[in-house]
T-cell receptor, first 110, second 114 residues
Framework: KQEVTQIPAALSVPEGENLVLNCSFT??????LQWFRQDPGKGLTSLLL?????REQTSGRLNASLDKSSGRSTLYIAASQPGDSATYLC?????????FGPGTRLSVLP | GAGVSQSPSNKVTEKGKDVELRCDPI?????LYWYRQRLGQGLEFLIY????????KSGLPSDRFSAERTGGSVSTLTIQRTQQEDSAVYLC????????????FGQGTRLTVV
């Protein structure tokens, strides 16, 4: 069964810290992996897309890595800001649909 | 349009009534997905359309749920005889083609069955 897990479930940090969010998936036969953020009561905003052949992607203060063989992806957030507070979702694409992790709820305190 | 558009944004319906939820994907996107998110829970896959191919309905929870996509663009998710457990946010996403490209989500339709 294709399962995606995320650690930690929740994280609360002071502003300015560098963060690491983890995503693990059981089936390594992925097409790609996408990180999203979800604000309360809102839809999903795409952050980064990593193809199965790639090792990492960067966008501004965000960097996502992918180790397909070990079934892991990591999202790094540098110099966190209160505006980064949201739930971060990892989604693995297997060719027919995305399998989502449960998310990491992040609070960045001013 | 500029993004995936869903309507209505909120829907309150009485138990037993039918509802229709609409999704307008990004122009030119051939793949379209429906997901459901119950309060405090993760996203559940419902159905997937790719071009003119038969949809993947493997995620639909019961035969009360159906979806269609007309002309390869707009999609409608229909829930018949709604139940309270159908209360959730229904999210639609689209992407340019099946594999390897970024998916974009709409803002969702919050369905409340009373």
């Amino acid at each position: 069964k294709q399962e995606v897990t995320q650690i930690p479930a929740a994280l609360s940090v002071p502003e300015g810290e560098n963060l690491v969010l983890n995503c693990s998936f059981t089936d390594s036969a992925i097409y790609n992996l996408q990180w999203f953020r979800q604000d309360p009561g809102k839809g999903l905003t795409s952050l980064l897309l990593i193809q199965s052949s790639q090792r990492e992607q960067t966008s501004g203060r965000l960097n996502a890595s992918l180790d397909k063989s070990s079934g892991r992806s990591t999202l790094y957030i540098a110099a966190s800001q209160p505006g980064d507070s949201a739930t971060y979702l990892c989604a693995v694409y297997y060719g027919q649909n995305f399998v989502f992790g449960p998310g990491t709820r992040l609070s960045v305190l001013p | 349009g500029a993004g995936v558009s869903q309507s209505p944004s909120n829907k309150v319906t009485e138990k037993g009534k039918d509802v229709e939820l609409r999704c307008d994907p990004i122009s030119g996107h051939t793949a379209l997905y429906w997901y459901r998110q119950r309060l405090g829970q993760g996203l559940e896959f419902l159905i997937y359309f790719q071009g003119n191919s038969a949809p993947d309905k493997s995620g639909l929870p019961s035969d009360r749920f159906s979806a269609e996509r007309t002309g390869g663009s707009v999609s409608t998710l229909t829930i018949q005889r709604t139940q309270q457990e159908d209360s959730a946010v229904y999210l639609c996403a689209s992407s340019l083609w099946v594999a390897g490209t970024e998916a974009f989500f709409g803002q969702g339709t919050r369905l409340t069955v009373v």
